[in-house]
């Protein structure tokens, strides 16, 4: 019997309003609630027993023993299409020139963004958007997925329908991510806009680098739109490794 929701997500802030929303469907459910792999972890067996969990917008990757403990499986989602499965989807996308994008909710594994797919929601990227708006745009599409499925969620025990659809691309890293931070001295002036439109904004604290005889220097953008990217040396990464 499906008798408690675990919700796991980026910020407290989150939970009340999807805990409200799933309760509306179901006012006998409980709720347990998560941030933190700690917090999973201390939730007791006979409640993942009888629970679902829900991740959202959250960068925890839960342990193939919890989900295996989980009574009525649990469902991710995540904030990119299909086809960029990974970390910091939305900003590969700028730099791939997408020219759509949209939100996942999938069947959750081991294994991060490869479970059966149970929800897509797409959109038009419109002309000029930086990486900043794509991403507020996918948070509301990707809260107006889980509001389209809460119904199901709450109230159905049963495992989700899965569509026709399958994870497609390259699974974005961390490392990928940093790597394409960390520009060569040679890089060329098309190439280094391209990655300046889509890295530039410090995400999770990787900055935008470019290394010259053995030293990295940070770039800084002025407040100008139309004005040049400077490249002012990062104290803090003084000597590339």
Same mark, same amino acid.
Request: glycine share 6%.
């Given at each position: 019997?499906?008798?408690?929701?675990?919700?796991?997500?980026?910020? !407290?802030? %989150? %939970?009340? &309003?999807?805990?409200e929303l799933l309760r509306a469907h179901n006012p006998a459910l409980s709720f347990r609630c998560a941030v933190s792999l700690e917090d999973l972890q201390s939730i007791e067996?006979? $409640?993942l027993a009888r629970a679902r969990l829900l991740a959202f917008t959250t960068g925890v990757i839960v342990p193939a023993d919890i989900l295996q403990a989980l009574g009525h499986g649990a469902y991710n989602f995540h904030p990119a299409p299909p086809d960029y499965p990974g970390w910091a989807p939305a900003h590969f996308a700028m730099y791939d020139g997408a020219?759509?994008?949209?939100?996942?909710?999938? $069947? /959750?594994? &081991?294994?991060v963004d490869c479970g059966a797919i149970v929800g897509v929601e797409t959109f038009d990227i419109p002309p000029g $958007?930086? $990486?900043r708006g794509l991403e507020q745009m996918t948070f509301v599409r990707l809260a107006y997925l889980f509001w389209r499925m809460s119904r199901d969620l709450a109230c159905d025990a049963g495992a989700l329908p899965v569509l026709p659809?399958?994870?497609?691309?390259?699974?974005?890293?961390? %490392?990928?991510? &940093?790597? /394409?931070?960390? /520009?060569?001295?040679?890089?060329?002036?098309?190439? /280094?806009?391209? !990655?300046?439109?889509?890295f530039h904004d410090d995400f999770r604290?990787?900055?935008l680098t470019v290394t010259v005889h053995g030293t990295r220097f940070q770039l800084a953008v002025p407040a100008q739109p139309s004005a040049e990217p400077l490249i002012v040396e990062a104290p803090a990464l003084a000597m590339a490794s």
């Open positions: 019997m499906l008798d408690t929701i675990i919700l796991l997500t980026g910020s !407290r802030d %989150q %939970q009340l &309003a999807l805990t067996r006979s $409640v020219t759509r994008f949209g939100a996942t909710a999938h $069947v /959750m594994e &081991a294994r $958007v930086d $990486v659809v399958s994870w497609s691309g390259t699974k974005s890293t961390k %490392q990928m991510y &940093a790597d /394409m931070c960390d /520009m060569p001295a040679d890089i060329d002036a098309a190439e /280094m806009q391209r !990655r300046v439109s889509a604290g990787i900055p």
